[in-house]
């Protein structure tokens, strides 16, 4: 068994599929299909089960799995020390944030970021999508009810939304007083198109739950704040999205009793277990975890 065929097994695995895999080695899928099978018969025992959309590890399979792995982190860990030797922090850092935390919030962070590490190559995602991180992805930020298992996550700390308008909007129109006036409100949040938006409502241990049926969405939190300074409506966005205008007064808050959510109450900062973390992703990772008042992650085992 040599290092290629551990490693066409690490990314099978690692892509859960035959055609995926392919993709990622530059091969076709039949090539694949012929190199896991001679790999099998070399060790004797079968390593995936296939199915026809996915494949999963043996018990063999994944021990093999975590060798290869193992040393693949380690050839990576040894590149990284070559290629710094004399130099300065280097390296790629892949990272996603969310839209609007990510512009409103973090922005100013990754910008010191990489001005204390220019060598570092900051390759920042704008995105709100909840899937697993990806090759290109080191980091992900993300607002979400529970972490996958399968995922170091490090707490950036709780998400609180808030009700608010225009102080003109309130002056013309009020603030609605109970979480059922906000069924009769001009609503600006973010949700899915054509679907009615639930909101959790928590006063004590007590949850209350209301659909609603915003007037203005979208993904893009500069844009909803945007929408709620212009006076069209009531904001239901995370706090982070109006503090400024809320301390100017140029925004109103309402339901303050409440714990408001949407999609999650909580930040998390998400890394791969087994995938290998260079000093420049280790290092964002601490610096970022500083920014939010977290402690730092724990040294790599």
Do not use: M, W
């Given at each position: 068994m040599d290092l290629n065929a551990l490693t066409l097994l690490v990314e099978i695995i690692d892509s859960g599929n035959l055609s995926q895999a392919a993709r990622k080695l530059k091969m076709t899928r039949?090539?694949?299909?012929?190199?896991?099978?001679?790999?099998?018969?070399?060790?004797?025992?079968?390593l995936v089960k296939r199915t026809t959309r996915r494949v999963e590890p043996t018990e063999v399979g994944l021990r093999l799995y975590e060798h290869g792995r193992t040393i693949q982190n380690e050839m990576q860990a040894a590149r990284e020390t070559v290629t710094s030797l004399g130099q300065g922090l280097q390296g790629r850092v892949g990272i996603s944030v969310p839209s609007g935390y990510g512009q409103i919030v973090m922005s100013d962070w990754l910008i010191e970021f990489k001005r204390l590490y220019p060598g570092i190559v900051l390759d920042v995602l704008f995105e709100n999508r909840a899937d697993n991180l990806r090759d290109e992805v080191d980091i992900a930020i993300r607002v979400i009810q529970e972490p996958p298992l399968s995922v170091i996550a490090r707490s950036l700390g709780n998400v609180r939304y808030v009700a608010c308008?225009?102080?003109?909007?309130?002056?013309?129109?009020?603030l609605p007083a109970t979480l059922y006036d906000l069924r009769n409100s001009p609503l600006i949040t973010a949700g899915v198109v054509g679907r009615q938006l639930r909101l959790s409502a928590y006063q004590g241990m007590e949850r209350q739950e209301v659909l609603l049926e915003p007037t203005m969405i979208s993904e893009h939190f500069p844009f909803l704040r945007q929408g709620i300074l212009a006076g069209l409506g009531v904001g239901l966005v995370p706090d982070y999205v109006v503090q400024d205008k809320v301390a100017s007064g140029e925004v109103l808050t309402t339901l303050e009793e409440y714990r408001l959510s949407i999609f999650g109450t909580h930040m998390y900062l998400l890394y791969l277990p087994n995938r290998h973390q260079?000093?420049?992703?280790?290092?964002?990772?601490?610096?970022?975890?500083?920014?939010?008042?977290?402690?730092?992650?724990?040294?790599?085992?």
């Open positions: 039949a090539n694949v299909s012929y190199h896991l099978t001679q790999l099998e018969k070399s060790v004797g025992v079968q308008a225009s102080r003109e909007y309130a002056r013309q129109h009020g260079t000093r420049a992703v280790r290092t964002c990772i601490d610096f970022l975890l500083e920014k939010a008042g977290s402690k730092p992650a724990p040294p790599e085992s």
